[in-house]
């Protein structure tokens, strides 16, 4: 069975700084790795969705990296901003194209 | 994109009343839709996965005549949230991937928040 699991629980820095948030699976027959952000009361917004094959996706201050073998993905925010305050889900696909999601790190980036 | 719609976004209601979420793909057609439970500051479970033309799959705990599922088309599914008591409320969202293509990124709806008195 699947086991996601996100660390830090939760991050409070100051703008401008980069981050890095991890992700680790115990079952590496993933299909691909999506990195989510959640808003308070809201619902999810996909980032980054990185395949079994890729190593790394890219998408403007955000870049997430995955390495199957040992079970673990990173998010990398580069010079952080306030907006960038929520929650960041990591989810893993297999092939029964469920997601199952990581408990989730809170991201509060203050001014 | 590829837009999921989740209705209502919000519902109060007197405990033992069912109450009925819709989900919908916009824009293209999903033969499998999925439904996950958020409680407060927790992740999203996955409750039951949603099959087009045949029975829904429930995960482990899940209740399957408490939360009844229905997958009459290629762009609509609903989850019955039955008899709802005040430890059925809950952020409950639902997902849907394009159908035939695999490895396909999952689209979410905006979720509704459930609130049993």
């Known amino acids: 069975k699947q086991e996601v699991t996100q660390i830090p629980a939760a991050l409070s820095v100051p703008e401008g700084e980069n981050l890095v948030l991890n992700c680790s699976f115990t079952?590496?027959?993933?299909?691909?790795l999506q990195w989510f952000r959640q808003d308070p009361g809201k619902g999810l917004t996909s980032l980054l969705l990185i395949q079994s094959s890729q190593r790394e996706q890219t998408s403007g201050r955000l870049n997430a990296s995955l390495d199957k073998s040992s079970g673990r993905s990173t998010l990398y925010i580069a010079a952080s901003q306030p907006g960038d305050s929520a929650t960041y889900l990591c989810g893993c696909q297999g092939n029964t194209d469920k997601l199952i999601f990581g408990t989730g790190t809170r991201l509060q980036v203050f001014p | 994109g590829a837009v999921v719609s989740q209705h209502p976004s919000w519902v109060i209601c007197k405990s033992g009343t069912s109450v009925k979420i819709e989900c919908r793909s916009l824009d293209f057609q999903a033969t499998t839709m999925f439904w996950y439970r958020q409680f407060p500051k927790q992740s999203l479970m996955l409750m039951a996965t949603?099959?087009?033309?045949?029975?829904?799959?429930?995960e482990q705990g899940v209740e399957k005549d408490k939360f009844l599922i229905n997958h009459a088309s290629l762009t609509l599914s609903t989850l019955t949230v039955t008899s709802a008591h005040p430890e059925d409320s809950s952020f409950y969202i639902c997902s849907a991937s394009v159908t035939g293509v695999s490895n396909q990124p999952q689209h979410f709806g905006d979720g509704t928040r459930l609130s049993i008195l």
């Open positions: 949603s099959n087009e033309g045949s029975k829904a799959t429930y």
């Open positions: 079952d590496s027959a993933i299909y691909n």
